[in-house]
């Protein structure tokens, strides 16, 4: 069983046990969630097919051809992409390009490929559409979408620029400001029209969070117009959307209406309350449970007005992505997607780079947060 079949089943026993009605269960579920997680998909779908992310991180890395360069360019360039799309769809999509240039290149992929993957969780924390666990905060909190950013895209630049520091102490290589022999990278497949209309589209979208529109409302429609095409079968997209994801977030909107309901973890108020407290609690649950799971559970021991706990909560459960390689799905996507190239990354090799980063990053948002 997987995360998703795990919280269907469970949800279904609670159903059978009468811990609550059918009804009562499809009533737990957030509806405002799951169109915007279902939405940003679908777009996150028509740009990768339009070739949109590999024609973004291709680019930037034309702009330089030094090991130095190189990781300065992928970090802030799947940092700043994941910022604005779900960070594991620039994992999927930039690990392979990494793959390439480490090979082109004669690199060790290591320090690049850990780059991209603190990178995408790191800028994934800028803002409300950057990640599943940021989206159900947003929607537990009415947290706006420029608020949101402003709070914490300090903190995810902070955590790019440390991380770019950190690699450069751990491994030497990437140190040199030497130019490479001459890049080479496979030929891009673009759907130009396509390219076009996403484009459009998605800046359309983006313009419409920063003036403050509904989120789940502004997705929906930008996916309902995407999907009116000629140019691509409309399986094809319905077939990256994640409904997995979908099946375990609908699951754990039921379990956290029982879980509140029973009282069986009221222990963690007393923790929740205090915002030390609060992040250390989410850090930790989010690499034993993982983030989403994490967030489900510990947004019904804070008020809805809370904004520092709120802010709080979707910065530790984020930063805590890049604790263990088990942190994060975005991980997990970027070491298969390695490992089917010929390139391993192992536990040990994530966990010197992940822990004392990750614990230095959560020291500073700590400040920061309650310093706003």
Wanted: proline share 4%.
């Amino acid at each position: 069983m997987n995360r998703a079949t795990i919280a269907l089943v469970s949800s279904a026993g609670l159903i059978a046990l009468g811990t609550l009605s059918l009804q009562e269960a499809w009533g737990a579920i957030d509806a405002n969630t799951i169109v915007f997680l279902l939405s940003m998909m679908v777009i996150n779908a028509y740009l990768s097919y339009a070739g949109f992310f590999n024609l973004a991180l291709s680019y930037l890395l034309r702009l330089t051809r030094s090991p130095l360069g190189l990781l300065v360019i992928l970090t802030w360039g799947t940092g700043l992409l994941s910022a604005f799309f779900l960070n594991d769809t620039l994992a999927l999509v930039s690990t392979p390009l990494t793959v390439q240039l480490g090979r082109s290149l004669k690199l060790n992929p290591v320090p690049y490929l850990l780059a991209i993957a603190g990178a995408t969780n790191i800028g994934s924390l800028a803002t409300l559409s950057g990640n599943p666990q940021n989206i159900l905060v947003g929607s537990f909190s009415g947290i706006g979408y420029l608020t949101f950013t402003q709070a914490l895209a300090p903190v995810a630049v902070i955590g790019l620029v440390l991380q770019i520091g950190w690699l450069y102490l751990l491994y030497p290589e990437v140190r040199s400001l030497q130019p490479c022999p001459v890049l080479e990278l496979s030929r891009l497949r673009l759907h130009r029209a396509l390219l076009l209309k996403t484009s459009i589209v998605t800046g359309c979208l983006l313009t419409g969070f920063v003036m403050g529109l509904p989120l789940a409302e502004s997705a929906f429609f930008a996916a309902a117009v995407l999907l009116i095409t000629r140019r691509i079968k409309p399986q094809r997209i319905l077939k990256e959307v994640d409904w997995s994801l979908l099946v375990m977030f609908s699951g754990l909107f039921i379990l956290t209406r029982c879980v509140k309901s029973l009282h069986i973890v009221d222990f963690f108020a007393a923790w929740v309350a205090n915002s030390s407290g609060l992040l250390a609690v989410t850090a930790i649950m989010s690499n034993l449970i993982s983030n989403v799971p994490t967030v489900m559970l510990l947004q019904s021991f804070i008020p809805r007005d809370a904004t520092q706990s709120w802010l709080l909560l979707a910065a530790g459960s984020t930063l805590a992505g890049n604790l263990t390689l088990f942190g994060s799905v975005a991980n997990l996507i970027m070491v298969e997607a390695a490992a089917s190239q010929g390139y391993s990354l192992s536990f040990w090799q994530h966990l010197r780079f992940g822990m004392p980063f990750t614990l230095v990053m959560l020291g500073i948002t700590y400040g920061i947060l309650k310093a706003v």
